[in-house]
């Protein structure tokens, strides 16, 4: 059974620094591509940046663009979104996702969800 665990969220003032976690298991995601979502309330779910599990290629949405970046732990199965210089409008429900596409930021081209962490940043 396949199985993303978000953790990491929190409240944090504008201009700090947060780092979530999705932390995979129940199979192999060496040709998957992780993707991290935001759903902010009443609003679609959108797309925030994604890596390539094999080889590390990443890449992000503009408004997030030089602020977030995206890693991974291979030997921990457990990929990160490091975000810096938060603002009150990156308050929302953050949600990691594990999909063959590559690029993608079609949330239908994601086939497994974490069950989401929320992060609120006041101003």
């Known amino acids: 059974q396949v199985q993303l665990t978000e953790s990491g969220g929190g409240l944090v003032q504008a201009g700090g620094s947060l780092r979530l976690s999705c932390a995979a298991s129940?199979?192999?995601?060496?040709?998957?591509?992780m993707g991290w979502f935001r759903q902010a309330p009443g609003k679609e779910r959108k797309f925030v940046g994604a890596?390539?599990?094999?080889?590390?290629?990443?890449f992000y949405a503009d408004s997030v663009k030089g602020r977030f970046t995206i890693s991974r732990d291979g030997p921990k199965n457990t990929v990160y979104l490091q975000m810096n210089s938060l603002k009150p409008e990156d308050t929302a429900v953050y949600y990691c996702?594990?999909?063959?596409?590559?690029?993608?930021?079609?949330?239908?081209?994601?086939?497994?969800w974490g069950q989401g962490t929320q992060v609120t940043v006041s101003s």
């Open positions: 129940g199979r192999t995601f060496s040709r998957y591509a």
């Open positions: 996702a594990a999909g063959s596409g590559w690029p993608s930021t079609n949330v239908y081209e994601y086939d497994y």
């Open positions: 890596i390539r599990w094999s080889g590390g290629s990443t």
